[in-house]
């Protein structure tokens, strides 16, 4: 009811069009870019909104609680409400577009960032503002600090949602995100981090310096020639699903989205192609040749896109699943079974949730496969003082704390792995934590405990072989087409230029000190009473600690690895120094004696 409030379904469209229209017409600009494209706060209460509302709900009011889980007509109208921001979006770009056919909008967007802090009011944007301005930009830096694996999933996320259309990364150059003068690595990693992705730096404030600018147009000048007209590499598709984060609500980096972190980062750490999907991307990625698609307990898929997945392992494709995958409907009601309980030989009973760290679960490998027999695995297991007073026995069990859910085998279905409930003796009946199988051509494994939760929360070598394994055994043993063989703090990213008939392997050596930084110290909420009195405000960015790069220590002999056919030449980039081919399994290997902050193998 404030007056001064921008009533977007009023006139006030209409005026804001024609404003913009008259800025290109007058200032001949060439774009606008919004901090931020949020609808979910521009919720409007007039007649004439209720009007409408009441003409496509069948005479329903606008609620005034948003729970779409719960509540249908909540459902709905959220529906209702984005379409008109996405229409409003084409709007405007057809507004300006009359005065300057290439006039663009860009937008801040969230691009799961919240994911750090869940609390954040925001949440994450609909997909679908994404896709309805011309360039999205993620914004890092102002409000945390990151971390190893932050701003490199926000990367592929924003790929993904963006379908490969390349978005961009508003660099907050202040140290500190609003104070302070970056290191000089600093800064030059803030502005490397996205371009591997295909997300490419805005450097849009003082840096403190005149010349941290300079060298950061040098260093994008230095490399743009790799980074024009380039696209993903196919191989793994992780999805992150927003019906699944919809469920969860504000609960879904605990409950949800630590299983899909989880799992790139394991995927990640072996320095393979992947990609962030979105459940209304798997028909595309299909047909641009990902190999396998994991889903990271993706509790909620509607039908079709159940489809999709059930026609893309029916045809060859590789299928990796976890925890309560294939549980939900789109509406988010609860089903008594998977989904797609013929794609993954399995049958859904009970769900154990683990909270504690002395709640941990006990695996142990109960058949010969790809997928287990690796020796990291086996030398996980826990032998020691296990055999009485004779030698210890070969094999033990695997500690993983995370939930587990409970499922039988069905016909076809073969158990690599079971799991124990960490309870007395007498109740712990095992269940099947790997079930792996067929389907048509292609191949599923499916884990009913969720080891990729566990790798985000708990990792452990172990599991990131596990997972790294069944993906590889899912493609049908079907290897990567590039690889790298490096430290697992590497960030490895791998994109093509098909008009020039190039494979671009991107270095990144972006996370190799933060000095003595301690990365565990949090500070927890302070009761409101003690922020006000104390003037502490009940923020994340005085959560915890913000830590600094100022040096980077160089990583040396890395391998790398490409499978694809006619490459006669390899060069590294931006140094242009030339690298020598050899032969090795089906592929050419060169080696990068050492890397500093940032190069690019390119494969010719």
């Known amino acids: 009811h404030d007056e001064n409030f921008g009533n977007i379904r009023s006139g006030y469209a209409d005026w804001l069009c024609a404003q913009l229209a008259f800025l290109v017409r007058q200032y001949h600009a060439d774009g606008f870019w919004l901090d931020g494209y949020a609808p979910g706060h521009l919720h409007t209460y007039d007649d ?14 606008i609620p005034t609680r948003f729970d779409p889980v719960h509540d249908p007509i909540a459902r709905q109208y ?22 300057n056919p290439d006039a663009v909008l860009f937008a801040n967007y969230s691009a799961n960032r919240t994911w750090y802090y869940p609390e954040m009011y925001m949440g994450e944007y609909p997909a679908a503002y994404c896709k309805a301005v011309d360039v999205s930009s993620v914004e890092f830096y102002w409000d945390v600090p990151g971390d190893a694996l932050y701003q490199q999933f926000c990367c592929a996320f924003m790929q993904g949602v963006t379908d490969n259309r390349g978005g961009s990364v508003w660099i907050q150059p202040s140290e500190h995100g609003v104070s302070g003068v970056s290191s000089p690595v600093e800064i030059q990693l803030r502005g490397l981090e996205g371009a591997p992705w295909g997300i490419y730096p805005e450097f849009v404030e003082s840096a ?33 699903s927003e019906q699944t984060r919809t469920l969860f609500a504000q609960d879904t980096l605990p409950v949800y989205f630590s299983h899909t972190l989880g799992a790139f980062r394991a995927v990640f750490e072996k320095h393979w192609p992947v990609r962030i999907l979105t459940e209304y991307d798997l028909d595309d990625a299909v ?80 058949a010969d496969h790809p997928i287990v027999n690796d020796p990291q695995i086996r030398a996980k297991q826990a032998t020691s003082w ?35 409930l960490n309870q007395p003796d007498g109740h712990n009946v095992r269940h099947p934590a790997l079930i792996v199988s067929s389907f048509g051509k292609g191949r599923v494994a499916y884990f009913p405990a969720g080891v990729d939760k566990a790798m985000f929360f708990y990792p452990d070598a172990y599991i990131r072989q596990l ?138």
């Open 78 to 99: 959220l529906a209702w409400h984005d379409q008109y921001f996405v229409d409003l979006a084409d709007r405007m770009r057809g507004a300006i577009r009359v005065e």
């Open 48 to 61: 004439a909104t209720r009007r409408q509302f009441r003409a496509v709900s069948g005479g329903r009011e």
């Open 467 to 604: 997972l790294a394994n069944a993906c590889r055994w899912a493609s049908g043993d079907e290897s990567p087409p590039v690889e790298v063989e490096g430290p697992l703090l590497l960030s490895a990213t791998f994109r093509r230029q098909p008009a020039k008939g190039r494979i671009v392997v991107h270095l990144l050596n972006d996370h190799s000190s933060y000095g003595r930084h301690s990365i565990y110290q949090k500070l927890a909420p302070l009761p409101k009473e003690l922020q006000k009195s104390w003037g502490f405000p009940n923020q994340s960015e005085l959560r915890g600690t913000w830590p600094i790069r100022e040096e980077v220590i160089p990583l040396c002999d890395i391998k790398v690895r490409c499978r694809l056919p006619g490459i006669r030449r390899a060069t590294l980039q931006p140094e242009n120094t030339e690298l020598p081919l050899s032969g090795t399994n089906g592929a050419v290997e060169v080696v990068v004696p050492k890397l500093n902050m940032h190069s690019m193998v390119v494969f010719e």
């Open 386 to 420: 296990r055999g009485g007073l004779g030698p210890p026995p070969e094999k033990g069990d695997l500690a993983l704390i995370a939930s587990a859910v409970e499922a039988t085998p069905a016909d076809g279905g073969q158990v690599l792995m079971t799991y124990a």
């Open 208 to 240: 403190g310096r005149e010349e941290y600018f300079k060298r950061h147009v040098a260093n994008v000048k230095a490399r743009e020639e790799w980074w024009q007209e380039s696209e993903p590499v196919p191989y793994i598709g992780i999805v992150a």
């Open 287 to 366: 047909q641009v040749g990902v190999r396998v698609l994991v889903l990271p307990d993706v509790a909620c898929l509607s039908p079709p896109a159940a489809e999709v997945v059930r026609r893309f392992v029916r045809n060859g494709g590789g299928l990796v699943a976890s925890f309560e995958t294939f549980l939900y409907d789109e509406k988010f009601a609860r089903l008594s079974d998977f989904a797609l309980a013929d794609v993954l030989h399995a049958h859904y009973k009970a769900t154990h949730p683990v909270q504690l760290r002395s709640e941990n679960i006990f695996l142990t490998i109960d």
